[in-house]
């Protein structure tokens, strides 16, 4: 195997492949009891993924769904796009520190969807926090300059919104937001519908108007960006500052919306798996001063286990332990690495990279102020590594759990599908994507699942998500004047 990560190659009886990267070999047998715990055996993922299960099945219910951790939410898209779609739309993004609005045109006859223009505002850190009006001022404000620069002015044209975070949704156009994550957290935006927010702030500008809108997830919008080139796409996965993901669940079995026909794609919102305590053993003391720390506390304990916005910081806290005991830096620890969230998860990908990593080490060590030997360039990169690679085989373990359903929804014994997948961490980091995909393989064995990168989700994916509810809605409104027509 090209790159086995520490927790696999410590369970095979074999020599390491030269191509393993130094900090694989053998760490110096005191740093093993620390780093111990953030090792999950194929067995435990197994265990891990049978929870998952059950927390999938509780969210969907009708009786069960109001406390289960993983919310399952139905998002009123009830078809991939079968190549049809076509026209001009809006799309906006929010979902990180910075906010996208994009004009995307959907070309039938090339089967593309071209981006024409986009343009990026930042979203101030004390806006995130702050006032729900000032935010959504700000988002109408960067809308309105986008629109009059492209001249697009007194066109109605229909838009998609990415909102990257857990909304219940209606429709397809009233979506409730239930809770901040990844650092925001306006208060007072909770329990209300996002659409009318929007609305109101476009209102209150008075010098331009919206047609209709899409809400989106981004997982749903990776899917529905992948899915126009490939039509198997029912799965989007994002593992970047957030996690999460979404598939197309048969309707039968989503209790929560009329209908028992067809499928609808669920946002499973994964990254709340264990806020019931369903995790607590694999939880280490590391992940619950991560979780006590945040600006939310007790929720969405899977993607502080796993996601972008939290693993340099449990790099930090590992760090920090090693060099107390004595184990890193001569027992000296800076100041700077006492400083919360000083250790950025890019770091992790720097250190990790296969040549170049261990000079970043020493590079990113002397920037952190601190004193090190090449002992203990060694075990940081250990540390990084131990890290990234619990998040890759968490992520796997529930990825394959979503594809064994989607198989036994099925009644298959063979699942061949794509999963469209986005995010920094699987994106940047040098081994995340190769562990990802080798464990899925053992832990979902009767799956064949490709892996596509999204090209812009958020963007071109929200439009898709616009303009394959145009098609539906085109068709019911047709199908529905049929009768009439024969009177
Ligand atoms: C949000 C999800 C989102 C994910 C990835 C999470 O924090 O709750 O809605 O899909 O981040 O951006």
């Avoid at 620069?149 to 209606?170: A, R």
Wanted: hydrophobic share 35%; charged share 25%; net charge negative.
């Amino acid at each position: 195997p090209p790159c086995l990560s520490p927790s696999l190659s410590l369970s095979l009886p074999v020599s390491l492949p030269p191509c393993l990267s130094p900090s694989l070999s053998p760490p110096p047998p005191p740093v093993q009891p620390v780093l111990q715990p953030l090792r999950l055996s194929l067995d435990k993922l197994r265990d891990v993924s049978s929870r998952l299960h059950k927390g999938l099945v509780q969210g969907l219910g009708k009786h069960s769904h109001h406390r289960a951790a993983v919310k399952m939410l139905p998002t009123f898209v009830r078809a991939t796009p079968d190549g049809t779609e076509k026209g001009d739309f809006l799309a906006l993004d929010l979902g990180g520190t910075n906010f996208r609005v994009l004009h995307v045109r959907v070309l039938q006859a090339e089967q593309k969807v071209v981006k024409m223009d986009s343009q990026i505002c930042v979203v101030p850190k004390d806006m995130m926090t702050g006032a729900t009006q000032q935010l959504f001022d700000h988002i109408a404000s960067c809308l309105g300059d986008f629109i009059a620069s492209q001249e697009l002015k007194g066109q109605t044209l229909p838009l998609g919104f990415t909102f990257s975070f857990p909304c219940e949704q209606k429709e397809i156009d009233k979506s409730i937001l239930i809770r901040w994550t990844k650092g925001f957290n306006c208060p007072g935006v909770e329990g209300r519908d996002v659409v009318t927010l929007l609305r109101d702030a476009v209102r209150r500008r008075g010098d331009y108007d919206i047609g209709s809108v899409a809400m989106v997830n981004d997982t749903v919008g990776t899917m529905m960006s992948c899915g126009y080139k490939d039509q198997s796409c029912e799965i989007g996965m994002i593992i970047g500052t957030g996690t999460n993901a979404c598939y197309m669940e048969e309707m039968k079995n989503v209790k929560r919306v009329e209908g028992e026909d067809g499928r609808m794609c669920i946002n499973t919102e994964w990254g709340g798996f264990g806020d019931d305590g369903s995790l607590r053993d694999i939880q280490t003391e590391f992940d619950q001063m991560v979780d006590k720390t945040s600006i939310n506390p007790g929720v969405h304990i899977f993607e502080k286990m796993i996601s972008g916005m939290y693993l340099g910081e449990i790099v930090r806290l590992l760090l920090l332990r090693l060099s107390e005991e004595k184990l890193l830096f001569k027992g000296q620890k800076s100041e700077v690495l006492q400083t919360p969230e000083i250790f950025q998860t890019k770091f992790i990908s720097e250190i990790e990279e296969e040549d170049t990593g261990l000079d970043n080490a020493r590079r990113i060590l002397t920037q952190l102020d601190l004193q090190w030997d090449e002992a203990d360039v060694r075990v940081v990169r250990l540390v990084c590594d131990t890290v990234s690679s619990r998040s890759a085989r968490l992520c796997a373990a529930a990825l394959a759990t979503i594809a064994n359903k989607m198989r036994l929804n099925r009644g298959l014994d063979r699942l061949q599908t794509t999963v469209g997948v986005d995010g920094t961490v699987y994106r940047k980091h040098p081994n995340f994507s190769e562990e990802l995909q080798l464990t899925v393989r053992l832990l979902a064995p009767e799956c064949s699942i490709t892996f596509l990168v999204s090209e812009d989700g958020s963007g071109k994916g929200a439009a898709m998500v616009t303009a394959v509810a145009q098609r539906l809605a085109l068709h019911s409104a047709s199908f529905s004047c049929h009768p009439e027509v024969r009177h």
